[in-house]
């Protein structure tokens, strides 16, 4: 079994930055992909970011584009997600992600909340 733990959430003002971790643990682990989602109060859950694992090319959801950056290291079987300028609309739940073939594994979360 794989699991997935976020770290980095926390409180900011608008315009600050924060650091989202995702370490991926458990058996050898082989993803296709690796990401973020998000989740607001009363709101579906989103897609904010992914990163192929294999050839690192990413993919951002409109909202995001220009100030969140999603990064890996390999090695630590690790993702981050680097946000910067952050908006009070960016509060949520931000959910880590990863698929492997067959199978797709979730975090448990961590809280992002953005002051205006």
């Known amino acids: 079994q794989v699991q997935l733990v976020e770290s980095g959430g926390g409180l900011v003002q608008a315009g600050g930055s924060l650091r989202l971790s995702c370490a991926a643990s458990?058996?050898?682990?082989?993803?296709?992909?690796m990401g973020w989602f998000r989740q607001a109060p009363g709101k579906e859950r989103e897609f904010v970011a992914t990163?192929?694992?294999?050839?690192?090319?990413?993919t951002y959801a409109d909202s995001v584009k220009g100030r969140f950056t999603i990064s890996r290291d390999n090695a630590k079987n690790t993702v981050y997600l680097q946000m910067n300028v952050l908006k009070p609309e960016d509060t949520a739940v931000y959910y880590c992600?990863?698929?492997?073939?067959?199978?797709?594994?979730w975090g448990q979360g961590t809280q992002v909340t953005v002051s205006s």
């Open positions: 992600n990863a698929n492997e073939l067959g199978a797709v594994y």
């Open positions: 990163l192929s694992w294999s050839g690192g090319s990413t």
């Open positions: 458990g058996r050898t682990f082989s993803p296709l992909s």
